[in-house]
């Protein structure tokens, strides 16, 4: 059964930061490119940082130099450290895998407030 399951989310003050965890199963996860998404309240979903399965990384420019994505394969893990956060990163993050395109997880709720 395909599974994605976000978590380490919460609330943090402006400058603070999290650590998210997506934990995969039922894919190879090491074949998959990963990928973090977030949707804010009545905004459309966007692609934040994306991790091939060579480990090349990228990253929306609103997050560049304050996230970084990074993945373990033994573990069948995505990660996305997050710093200097800001009000406007409020949102909810999912984690995505391409070759499960069409799976999303419950996600998790990163408020950013003082």
């Known amino acids: 059964q395909v599974r994605l399951v976000e978590s380490g989310g919460g609330l943090a003050q402006p400058g603070g930061s999290l650590n998210l965890s997506c934990a995969a199963s039922g894919i190879i996860f090491s074949i998959n490119n990963m990928a973090w998404y977030r949707q804010a309240p009545g905004k459309q979903r966007e692609l934040v940082a994306t991790?091939?399965?060579?480990?090349?990384?990228d990253y929306t420019n609103s997050v560049k130099g304050r996230f970084t994505i990074s993945r373990d394969n033994a573990k069948n893990m995505v990660y996305l450290q997050m710093n200097s956060l800001k009000p406007e990163d409020t949102a909810t993050y999912y984690c995505?895998?391409?070759?499960?395109?069409?799976?999303w997880g419950q996600g998790t709720q990163v408020t950013v407030s003082s």
């Open positions: 991790i091939t399965n060579n480990y090349n990384t």
């Open positions: 995505n895998a391409d070759r499960i395109s069409w799976y």
